[in-house]
């Protein structure tokens, strides 16, 4: 199983959607959606999974599950029995995110503090919804160190989580590389649930080291799949497994990576969505945001970077990049506010961007941050 990783502010329903056309990916979970002491109305559970209104599913075909973010078993079983009534294909339970916002308020990977609360948002959430829907975990391996590790896993387990992801590296790891995918082998044999790994897989390379060295049969991939759109593609390719999601760009599973020339359609289908959904002003952030990673991969990228950096204007983006094939269902102007991610609870810090940044980056990133 390969899964698409949950990004706040970075992998929404839009890429979403433009990353699963590409194919290879057997499911998302969505960003979080953070439960506070509220019962949340449930235009804030389609706003953030568009899909539920959809079946579920991406337009490719593929599954999202949602997931919760909280600290509070019973307002969090509440949130989840009306998640369940629009029936997504699971719900996520998140005890990795290391944002202080929600840290402070006891949320994310704090929590790996607490294996017993931990086992009690599970356990709680389990009860509130139906027994068919699946219900899964996603941790680091600790918060401060790695000591509640184990504790936290098995607690996650015996609530009745079907399925545990695995981010191989603390809150106090950040994202600085490694991730420890031995330390998840240690949590995958610790539990008799499915045990997904998840960190610092950039290329096939990468996955089939991670995949030996966790012993996982499943992975997550994040921001590999972002500054590679084939990567899942190309993984499947080289273990010679079949692609789940439909593959609408050809050639990719024996080239391992989208030709730049395919990516610039792609990016164009993405900014056309971007622009029918995102407020004017932050139209440019989202699409430089991606480009941002795309750099890793793609010199083609680098070049094309730094010749709209400066440019804040969608039209003169998209003429500058896309030119005549510019998505002509784009209109004029963008802007549905409800729309746009909300920074402030913002899950994942600048340290995330993979390269160091220059002041002139630096500027670029907070403006995409926002986004
Ligand atoms: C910008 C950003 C936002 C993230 N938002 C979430 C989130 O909403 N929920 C979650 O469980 N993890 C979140 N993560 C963590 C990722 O799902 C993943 O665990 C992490 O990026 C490591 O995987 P990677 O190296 O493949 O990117 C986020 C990561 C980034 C970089």
Redo the contacts with the bound molecule.
């Keep these: 199983m390969i899964l698409l990783?949950?990004?706040?502010?970075?992998?929404d329903h839009m890429l979403r959607d433009t990353l699963t056309r590409v194919g290879g990916v057997d499911r998302c979970?969505?960003?979080?959606i953070r439960v506070t002491d509220q019962l949340l109305p449930r235009r804030v559970f389609t706003r953030i999974v568009p899909e539920l209104l959809d079946g579920g599913r991406t337009r490719a075909g593929v599954p999202v599950r949602a997931?919760l973010?909280g600290s509070d078993p019973q307002c969090l079983a509440e949130n989840a029995a009306r998640l369940a009534e629009l029936d997504p294909e699971g719900i996520?339970l998140?005890?990795?995110?290391p944002a202080k916002t929600v840290n402070r308020h006891r949320g994310?990977a704090v929590l790996l503090d607490e294996p017993e609360l931990v086992g009690e948002i599970v356990a709680a959430v389990r009860r509130a919804v139906p027994a068919h829907l699946p219900v899964s975990a996603?941790m680091?391996l600790g918060n401060e160190d790695r000591e509640r590790m184990l504790d936290c896993a098995r607690a996650i387990e015996a609530a009745g989580a079907s399925e545990l992801?695995v981010?191989?590296?603390t809150k106090r790891d950040g994202?600085k590389p490694p991730?420890y995918w031995d330390q998840i082998a240690v949590v995958r044999e610790a539990v008799a649930i499915d045990v997904v790994a998840?960190?610092?897989?950039?290329t096939v390379e990468d996955a089939l080291r991670c995949l030996r060295e966790s012993g996982c049969h499943s992975l997550?991939?994040?921001?590999?799949?972002?500054a590679d759109p084939g990567l899942a593609l190309a993984l499947r390719a080289a273990l010679g497994t079949s692609a789940a999601g439909t593959s609408s760009v050809e050639g990719a599973a024996t080239a391992g990576a989208l030709p730049w020339a395919e990516m610039l359609p792609l990016m164009a289908g993405f900014f056309a969505q971007v622009r029918r959904k995102v407020a004017t002003r932050h139209q440019a952030g989202r699409l430089k945001q991606w480009l941002h990673y795309l750099r890793r991969r793609y010199p083609e990228a680098e070049d094309t970077y730094q010749r709209v950096r400066t440019i804040n204007a969608p039209d003169l983006l998209a003429l500058t990049l896309f030119g005549d094939a510019l998505d002509p269902q784009a209109p004029p102007e963008g802007g549905d506010e409800d729309d746009l991610v909300d920074a402030s609870t913002?899950?994942?810090?600048d340290d995330?961007?993979d390269r160091p940044t220059d002041s002139d980056q630096r500027q670029d990133s907070d403006t995409l941050?926002a986004a």
């Excluded at 979970?29 to 979080?32: A, G, K, N, P, T």
């Excluded at 998840?198 to 950039?202: A, H, K, P, Q, S």
């Excluded at 913002?346 to 810090?349: H, L």
């Design positions: 990783a949950p990004m706040e502010g970075l992998l979970v969505s960003e979080f997931q973010l996520d998140n005890f990795g995110c994310g996603k680091r992801v981010h191989g590296r994202y991730a998840n960190g610092e897989v950039w997550m991939l994040g921001r590999g799949m972002v913002a899950c994942e810090a995330a961007l941050i």
